[in-house]
């Protein structure tokens, strides 16, 4: 199934079990304060934007069909940004821990005023660069448009245990990248986009580094 227009995306959150008159007034109030910031800061492209709900919201919620409802906090997502998927996951499953990790100063204020407004009090905002962020071991890794897979799976193995779910949106580049991740032990495979028929989404977890006595 490929989510083709504004209707079809709205169609397909109704239908999570996550949905429910709270979860679509924040994400409402996400769209709505998007749109207000997007004229102060190149937050989304404009032409996106004209396609929020199927680009940005969806896209992001589909991450949730890859990890059970009881095991995904705490949540760890890296260069969180314009909130995607960060700030949808929290709308969508308000009781998960998650942590943005966003090092650009504009970009961290955006998420801070936007965790507020949208009643996210399990969300945590950390304004640093991921080599910075104090080590702890999470449950969720998500990453979006952040870095390379090798380069990725390099700077975040350290939050990461045998049971951690990994999910990265890779666009056209998926099974690439995943091609040329070498070094580690890990069960990654790639799931096809229900936003874009080209686009694919890395899932797995990550075992030791190859070479490394247990």
Known sequence: MILTDES????WLEQLPEWDAASETRLTKLVSLLAEENERQNLVSAASFGEVWRRHIADSAQLLVHVSRGTCSPWLD???GAGFPGLVIAALRPECELLLVESRKRRVEWLERARIAMGLDHVRVIGSRLEQVETRKVCTISARAFAPLPRL????ARF???????LLPKGRSAQQELDELSG???????EHS??????GLIVGTLGARKGNKP
């Open 160 to 166: 990461s245990t045998a049971e951690t779910v990994w």
């Open 194 to 199: 229900l936003t874009d028929p080209d686009a």
């Open 184 to 190: 580690w032990a890990h069960k990654f495979h790639v």
């Open 153 to 156: 799976v390099e700077l975040s």
């Open 78 to 80: 890296l260069g969180t």
């Open 8 to 11: 079809s995306a709205r169609a």
